[in-house]
C-alpha cells in the first residue's frame, strides 16, 4: 500500500488566496484526520471524518477553513482567503477505525504551506 | 480541561544507552496511550499502544510503561542507536476514548551521538 498520500507537498501562496489541500486515505480505513502542526502549537486536530461523514470540527479555526470527504478515496482542506498566520504543515491521517483496538493513525507526509 | 506533558528540552544521550522519554497528563482517566515517532520534514508514524489495564509493553528494543496512579507513562529506548534519534510523541484519546480523537503532546525530541 502506498500510504495516506498528500498533495501539494509544498504550497507557497499569498494573503487573501484560496489553498486546496488534498488527502488520498489508505484503501479500507474508515476514518480520516486533519492536523496542523506549528512549532508553537504542536500538533493541532482540526477536524475528522467516520465513514465520510464529519464527526467532529471543532478545531476549524475559523470559517475560512472548511474540509469536505465526497468519497472514501479522497478529501480536501479548503482555507479562504488564506492568512499569514495559517502557514503551518498540514497532515492527513487515516484508521482503520475510530475506537477500540487498533485504532492508531497513518499519517501522510504533509503540506508545508507558507502564506506571504 | 485535559492536558498533556512531554520534556520540551531535547535529550541527549550516548550510543548504547537507554533513553527514558516522559509523558505526563492532568484532568482524566485515558483507556489507552499511544506513542509516535516524527523525523524531520515527514508525518508522525505509531509505535506502541498501551491500554490502562496493561503496566508494560515491549516491542523489540522499545518499552512503554503506563502508571494511571502517577498519571504518566515512560517511554524506554533500550541500546540506543543515531538512527534512535527523533522526536516522539505520546497521544492520548479526547474524552472517553470512544471518538478516535486523539489529542498529541508537544514531543520530546531525541539526539543519540555516536
Known amino acids: 500500500d502506498a500510504g495516506v498520500i498528500q498533495s501539494p507537498r509544498h504550497e507557497v501562496t499569498e494573503m487573501g488566496q484560496e489553498v486546496t489541500l488534498r488527502c488520498k486515505p489508505i484503501?479500507?480505513?474508515?476514518?480520516l484526520f486533519w492536523y496542523r502542526q506549528t512549532m508553537m502549537r504542536g500538533l493541532e486536530l482540526l477536524i475528522y471524518f467516520n465513514n465520510n461523514v464529519p464527526i467532529d470540527d471543532s478545531g476549524m479555526p475559523e470559517d475560512r477553513f472548511s474540509a469536505k470527504m465526497p468519497n472514501a478515496s479522497f478529501s480536501t482542506l479548503k482555507i479562504q482567503p488564506s492568512e499569514p498566520r495559517d502557514s503551518a504543515v498540514y497532515f492527513c491521517a487515516s484508521s482503520p477505525r475510530l475506537s477500540g483496538g487498533r485504532n492508531e493513525q497513518f499519517f501522510g507526509p504533509g503540506t508545508r504551506l507558507t502564506v506571504l | 480541561s485535559q492536558k498533556i506533558e512531554q520534556n520540551s528540552e531535547a535529550l541527549n544521550i550516548q550510543e548504547g544507552k537507554t533513553a527514558t522519554l516522559t509523558c505526563n497528563y492532568t484532568n482524566y482517566s485515558p483507556a489507552y496511550l499511544q506513542w509516535y515517532r516524527q523525523d524531520p520534514g515527514r508525518g508522525p508514524v505509531f509505535l506502541l499502544l498501551i491500554r490502562e489495564n496493561e503496566k508494560e509493553k515491549r516491542k523489540e528494543r522499545l518499552k512503554v510503561t503506563f502508571d494511571t496512579t502517577l498519571k504518566q507513562s515512560l517511554f524506554h529506548i533500550t541500546a540506543s542507536q543515531p538512527a534512535d534519534s527523533a522526536t516522539y510523541l505520546c497521544a492520548l484519546p479526547h474524552g472517553s476514548g470512544n471518538t478516535g480523537k486523539l489529542i498529541f503532546g508537544q514531543g520530546t525530541t531525541l539526539q543519540v551521538k555516536p
Open positions: 484503501s479500507g480505513h474508515n476514518s
